[in-house]
């Protein structure tokens, strides 16, 4: 079956910096763009960033933009989120996702995606 399954996630101050890796297992991995999303206390889950298949387009929130990187290794089967500069912010649980697309596409509307991870903890102080 498809597993999804994120870490990397932790306790940083303002201004730190964390890298989050998502593994993927039980899928045609390069079939499928990727994304980030995070869901705050209280809040909806929202888009962060994505990625499309062959990593040449990448979107981002404009909340997080200039700050996260996203990145994907489809040999690896991995997908990861760079979070510079983080703010309080920031913190939320992170999750994971994929979105069987054609050639391109991306999404970043969260019922677009097909599978999703079970999700990392990022708590940012100030």
């Known amino acids: 079956q498809v597993q999804l399954v994120e870490s990397g996630g932790g306790l940083v101050q303002a201004g730190g910096s964390l890298r989050l890796s998502c593994a993927a297992s039980?899928?045609?991995?390069?079939?499928?763009?990727m994304g980030w999303f995070r869901q705050a206390p209280g809040k909806e889950r929202e888009f962060v960033a994505a990625?499309?298949?062959?990593?040449?387009?990448?979107p981002y929130a404009d909340s997080v933009k200039g700050r996260f990187t996203i990145s994907r290794d489809n040999d690896r089967k991995m997908v990861y989120l760079q979070m510079n500069n983080l703010k309080p912010e920031d913190t939320a649980v992170y999750y994971c996702?994929?979105?069987?697309?054609?050639?391109?596409?991306?999404?970043?509307?969260?019922?677009?995606?097909?599978?999703w991870g079970q999700g990392t903890q990022v708590t940012v102080s100030s």
């Open positions: 990625i499309s298949r062959s990593g040449g387009n990448t």
């Open positions: 996702a994929a979105d069987w697309t054609i050639s391109s596409v991306l999404h970043i509307e969260i019922n677009e995606y097909d599978y």
């Open positions: 039980g899928l045609t991995f390069s079939r499928y763009s």
